[in-house]
């Protein structure tokens, strides 16, 4: 058995927006994907760029993606402290150096410590040679 068809006038327009909908969708699945794809890339650029967040593991981040170019752990340290510097606001560099004594002010003060940190951020090969990858461009 059959059910009637609606007689709701509400109830028509949207089983024929439905029906529309699914059969736009069929046809078009795999562009409709790529769009929906390509606004969250880009809508993610777009809130990083414009509203960028210093985090501390950039720090070691940034030290792994150069460990090529500074095998030395003091030059590696000064290397990544000295672009993070240049390349962040004051107060955030501040926040990220000086927490009073802490573990972000050791860091920042003892290289030695800091290289030996670097292991834990190494497990992301990938995401650090994209990184190092980037760095020369």
Same mark, same amino acid.
Request: glycine residues 8%; negative net charge.
């Given at each position: 058995?059959?059910?009637? =068809?609606?007689?709701? =006038?509400?109830?028509? !327009?949207?089983?024929?927006?439905?029906?529309?909908?699914?059969? +736009?969708?069929? *046809?078009?699945? +795999?562009?409709?994907?790529?769009? +929906?794809?390509? &606004?969250?890339?880009? !809508?993610?650029?777009?809130?990083?760029?414009? %509203? =960028?967040?210093?985090?501390?593991? %950039? &720090?070691?981040?940034?030290?792994?993606?150069?460990?090529?170019?500074? =095998? /030395?752990? $003091?030059?590696?340290?000064?290397? #990544?402290?000295?672009?993070? *510097?240049?390349?962040?606001? #004051?107060?955030?560099?501040?926040?990220?150096? /000086?927490?009073?004594?802490?573990?972000?002010?050791? %860091?920042? $003060?003892?290289?030695?410590?800091?290289?030996? !940190?670097?292991?834990?951020?190494?497990?992301?090969?990938?995401?650090?040679?994209?990184?190092?990858?980037?760095?020369?461009?």
């Amino acid at each position: 058995t059959r059910p009637s =068809p609606p007689t709701n =006038p509400l109830e028509r !327009l949207t089983g024929a927006g439905l029906a529309w909908g699914e059969g +736009a969708y069929a *046809k078009w699945a +795999a562009s409709i994907g790529a769009v +929906a794809f390509s &606004l969250y890339i880009l !809508l993610t650029a777009s809130t990083a760029w414009f %509203m =960028p967040d210093a985090n501390w593991d %950039m &720090l070691p981040y940034l030290a792994i993606a150069e460990e090529g170019a500074y =095998p /030395d752990p $003091q030059a590696l340290h000064d290397y #990544a402290y000295s672009t993070v *510097k240049a390349g962040v606001p #004051a107060g955030d560099y501040k926040t990220l150096t /000086d927490d009073g004594g802490g573990f972000r002010s050791h %860091m920042a $003060q003892n290289a030695a410590d800091f290289h030996s !940190l670097l292991g834990m951020y190494r497990i992301k090969f990938l995401y650090a040679e994209i990184l190092s990858s980037l760095s020369h461009v």
